[in-house]
C-alpha cells in the first residue's frame, strides 16, 4: 500500500495588472485561471476588483454539500447553508468574517445560484489583523465562463472545476498561495 504524498507547501498563481488572466502552478501542474477584472495588485483595496499580490495560507474550504461530495482534501472542510454569508462592509465590527444572514450591513451570500461558490477556499488575506478597506471575501473558488472562456472574478482566485479537485487533493493547512505579478 503507498502513501498518498503530504500536502504542497506552495501554490504559485500569476498575473498582471489590468489583465483578469492568469496561470496557476502546483508542481508540474499549469491552469489557466481568472483573476480580478483589474488583474493583480500590490495595495488592494476593497472593491477595487484586484486580485491582491503576497503570500496566503489556505484557510478552510467550505463547500455545496447538496451538489457536491466533500473532496479530497487535507483543508478543514464546512458545508455552506443558505444563511452564510461574508461581510463586505469596511466599517463594520464583522468585517471580513463569516456572518450569518440576513446581516444588519452588506454581506456577500455564500450560497448562490451560480456555481461558483459550490467549493471555495478562504485565502488568508486581511483577516490578521483584520484592516477596514483593504479588502474583503478574496477567495479561491470555480471559475465562470463564457463560451469556454474564463470570466473575470472581483478579486479573487478561480479555476474550472476539474483543475480545483486536483489542486485541492493536493493542498493542506500548510499550503500557501503566492500570487505574483508576471
Not at 93 to 112: D, G, I, K, Q
Request: aromatic share 6%; glycine share 8%.
Amino acid at each position: 500500500m503507498t502513501s498518498s504524498p503530504g500536502p504542497i507547501p506552495e501554490i504559485v498563481v500569476t498575473g498582471s495588472p489590468g489583465n483578469p488572466l492568469g496561470e496557476l502552478r502546483l508542481g508540474e501542474f499549469r491552469f489557466p485561471c481568472a483573476l480580478g477584472r483589474t488583474g493583480v495588485k500590490r495595495e488592494k483595496r476593497e472593491g477595487d476588483g484586484a486580485t491582491p499580490l503576497g503570500c496566503f495560507p489556505l484557510r478552510e474550504l467550505r463547500y455545496r454539500q447538496d451538489r457536491l461530495s466533500a473532496p479530497e482534501t487535507k483543508l478543514p472542510l464546512i458545508p455552506i447553508s443558505p444563511s452564510d454569508g461574508w461581510c463586505d462592509a469596511p466599517e463594520d465590527a464583522l468585517y471580513n468574517r463569516p456572518v450569518r444572514l440576513p446581516y444588519p450591513a452588506s454581506a456577500e451570500t455564500m450560497w448562490r445560484e451560480d456555481h461558483l461558490y459550490d467549493l471555495v477556499v478562504v485565502l488568508g488575506h486581511n483577516d490578521d489583523p483584520v484592516i477596514a478597506h483593504a479588502g474583503s471575501a478574496v477567495f479561491f473558488h470555480l471559475v465562470r465562463e463564457d463560451d469556454g472562456q474564463l470570466q473575470a472574478t472581483e478579486g479573487c482566485v478561480a479555476l474550472r472545476l476539474e483543475d480545483m479537485l486536483r489542486v485541492l487533493a493536493l493542498s493542506g493547512m500548510a499550503t500557501r498561495m503566492r500570487i505574483e505579478e508576471v
